[in-house]
């Protein structure tokens, strides 16, 4: 074989490895695109400083299994974990502190809180609350715990705001203060509680003031008194 074809052929196996090579590439290679322009595949998002902002994947420009995002500074735990579904709105998401301490989980759809979701004391196991959303904002039943386990606090709340009966207890189980909320003020029926759970006073709010005549509970007796000697009253106890 001359010399020229030689050559020819050395270039033409070159160009061939060449092809087969970034073919391969491409078929293992993340951020790509399909026909359409849209994402397809591995995905990898870096910040500016090129640490990792967040890894999944992609089908078809949708978000498919999980993703995992990352802080700034560069930590290897994932701070957010989203699980997303093919054909469904609804993320699943977990949060996590920089340490990787499990902070929270819930569901997501169009960015905003919706349903139940689940906060956690700096262990990463006992819960501190659980909250219900709508549209991102509380509305339904919340709950808050000691960390003992037992509860601390329920109220209700209507388009991100207190709305409805709220009732907090001590570290031993008995109640505190149970309240009314009309879209954030104290607006209805309260009943006050002292240290050994038993009913101190009780009366109305009307728009977050004490309105019409209270009761107080005197040496076991409740006696019928106006909002300024509960007051009065409360500071004693």
Same mark, same amino acid.
């Given at each position: 074989?001359?010399?020229?074809?030689?050559?020819?052929?050395?270039?033409?196996?070159?160009?061939?490895?060449?092809?087969?090579?970034?073919?391969?590439?491409?078929?293992?290679?993340?951020?790509?695109?399909?026909?359409?322009?849209?994402?397809?595949?591995?995905?990898?998002?870096?910040?500016? /400083?090129?640490?990792?902002?967040?890894?999944?994947?992609?089908?078809?420009?949708?978000?498919?299994?999980? #993703?995992?995002? =990352?802080?700034?500074?560069?930590?290897?735990?994932?701070?957010?974990?989203? &699980?997303? !579904?093919?054909?469904?709105?609804?993320?699943?998401?977990?949060?996590?502190?920089?340490?990787?301490? #499990? %902070?929270?989980?819930?569901?997501?759809?169009?960015?905003?809180?919706?349903?139940?979701?689940?906060?956690?004391?700096?262990?990463?196991?006992?819960?501190?609350?659980?909250?219900?959303?709508?549209?991102?904002?509380?509305?339904?039943?919340?709950?808050?715990?000691?960390?003992?386990?037992? !509860?601390?606090?329920?109220?209700?709340?209507?388009?991100?705001?207190?709305?409805?009966?709220? !009732?907090?207890?001590?570290?031993?189980?008995?109640?505190?203060?149970?309240?009314? =909320?009309?879209?954030?003020?104290?607006?209805?029926?309260?009943?006050?509680?002292?240290?050994?759970?038993?009913?101190?006073?009780?009366? /109305?709010?009307?728009?977050?003031?004490?309105?019409?005549?209270?009761?107080?509970?005197? &040496?076991? %007796?409740?006696?019928?008194? %106006?909002?300024?000697?509960?007051?009065?009253?409360?500071?004693?106890?």
């Amino acid at each position: 074989m001359h010399t020229y074809q030689k050559t020819i052929c050395k270039g033409s196996i070159l160009l061939l490895l060449l092809f087969i090579s970034t073919n391969l590439f491409a078929q293992e290679g993340i951020n790509q695109f399909d026909a359409n322009g849209k994402r397809h595949g591995l995905w990898k998002k870096l910040y500016r /400083n090129k640490n990792v902002r967040y890894t999944g994947k992609f089908e078809h420009g949708k978000e498919v299994g999980s #993703f995992k995002y =990352y802080r700034v500074t560069g930590e290897k735990q994932p701070i957010v974990i989203k &699980d997303f !579904t093919a054909n469904n709105t609804i993320v699943a998401v977990r949060f996590y502190s920089k340490e990787g301490v #499990f %902070e929270s989980h819930g569901d997501m759809e169009d960015k905003s809180r919706i349903g139940k979701w689940t906060y956690f004391f700096n262990d990463g196991k006992t819960i501190l609350s659980t909250e219900n959303y709508k549209n991102g904002l509380l509305d339904g039943e919340l709950k808050i715990y000691y960390k003992s386990g037992k !509860t601390a606090e329920v109220s209700h709340y209507k388009k991100g705001k207190l709305h409805g009966n709220i !009732t907090r207890y001590n570290e031993e189980g008995k109640p505190h203060e149970n309240l009314t =909320y009309k879209n954030g003020v104290m607006h209805g029926p309260a009943i006050l509680y002292d240290k050994k759970g038993e009913v101190f006073a009780k009366g /109305n709010y009307e728009n977050g003031i004490k309105s019409g005549i209270w009761e107080f509970n005197m &040496d076991g %007796e409740m006696v019928k008194a %106006e909002p300024d000697k509960i007051k009065r009253i409360s500071k004693k106890n």
